[in-house]
């Protein structure tokens, strides 16, 4: 009788390195990643890089795509996608400045874009699960448009500037603690991603949404309400996509309507980088804050050489084909030696 450690003495030297290594990259690759941006920072820019400033702006700068990627996260995680979050960033975004515009009490400009965002969330998911779509990708893209014409629409194309003290510190103010100033935006990070940890991990919809990434089918024969579940996760979706556009609109003082074109791109390469499948029922919240830290170090490090925003995407893009490619490499051989 054959067992696996007898089948894995009998293959290639070859084929067991990728055996014993894929398992280390799957679990510390992101991580290995992130020390290693940051050592050629270092490295590059040591009088700059290490600087309290840097830091600050670093952190400041992946904010918004940080919470953005942990929406786009929960849907992957259900072999989803959502290519609509960036309009959604924009629609929400110019909600707010419109309202503030009109003189609306502070609280519910700030409440807005979470309302906007989670409405177009919500029909995402009705319109893939109601109007069963072969793949949410349509449904997405065709929002993608829907919510990029209603930014445009209600801002007749125009920028709207000048919002509540209270949603610029929320997007570009600091928190002082032991002397140090702290970026507010990395607390609403650091807030968003232990809530989603803990709705992931110790919630019965939370597990429910990995049993559906992992096999729908099965998910849906133990009694899980797939459909359901599947409105909850976009919808969440939409609402992080929202509170991205209030952090983005702090940040800038200003609702304009292209914000976001783009963005669901970067959310998307954050969430791969950090370790989470195509495939749906794998990745961890950890590893999306990770890839979105990649991302901001190599775009840092990049500004910081002065170096063409398009080399920034055929680089990020580069990366994302590896990444993506270990992903399949790794499913291939767990196959091959289950």
């Known amino acids: ?21 894929l398992p280390f990259l799957d679990r510390y690759g992101v991580l290995l990643l992130v020390f290693g941006m940051a050592a050629i920072s270092f490295a590059l820019e040591p009088e700059v890089f290490l600087t309290w400033r840097n830091i600050g702006n670093i952190f400041r700068q992946i904010s918004f795509n ?34 503030a515009k009109a003189n609306f009490p502070w609280p519910l400009v700030i409440v807005t874009p979470f309302v906007v965002g989670a409405a177009v969330g919500a029909v995402n998911g009705l319109g893939l699960t109601r109007l069963h779509l072969p793949h949410p990708f349509i449904m997405t893209l065709g929002m993608l448009n829907i919510a990029r014409g209603l930014t445009n629409l209600i801002s007749n194309g125009a920028p709207i ?3 509540p003290d209270q949603v610029s510190w929320m997007g570009g103010g600091d928190i002082t603690i032991a002397g140090a100033e702290i970026p507010a935006s990395l607390l609403v990070v650091l807030v968003s991603y232990v809530l989603m940890s803990l709705f992931l991990t110790y919630t019965r919809i939370g597990r429910h949404i990995y049993a559906i990434g992992g096999n729908p089918q099965a998910a849906r024969v133990s009694g899980i309400n797939v459909d359901r579940t599947l409105v909850l996760a976009y919808t969440i979706c939409g609402m992080l996509a ?4 209030l952090l983005l609109a702090g940040r800038t003082n200003s609702g304009y309507p292209n914000a976001g ?8 390469s954050a969430v791969i980088i950090g370790g989470a499948s195509f495939f749906g029922g794998r990745g961890t919240v950890l590893g999306v804050f990770a890839g979105a830290l990649v991302i901001g170090l190599m775009r840092n490090i990049l500004n910081l050489r002065d170096v063409q925003v398009f080399w920034q995407q055929v680089l990020i893009g580069i990366v994302i084909i590896v990444v993506v490619s270990l992903d399949v490499l790794r499913r291939k051989v767990g196959r091959s030696y289950r």
Do not use: K, W
């Open 161 to 163: 500037s000048g919002l």
């Open 66 to 99: 940080a919470v953005l990627a942990l929406g786009v996260f929960l849907v992957i995680i259900t072999a989803g996608i959502d290519l609509s979050v960036g309009s959604t960033l924009a629609l929400a975004m110019m909600s707010c400045a419109i309202l």
């Open 261 to 268: 074109i783009g963005q669901e791109l970067d959310a998307i």
């Open 242 to 245: 929202g509170l991205s556009g």
């Open 1 to 21: 009788m054959t067992t696996p450690a007898t089948e894995l003495s009998n293959t290639p030297h070859d084929e067991r390195l990728s055996v014993r290594l």
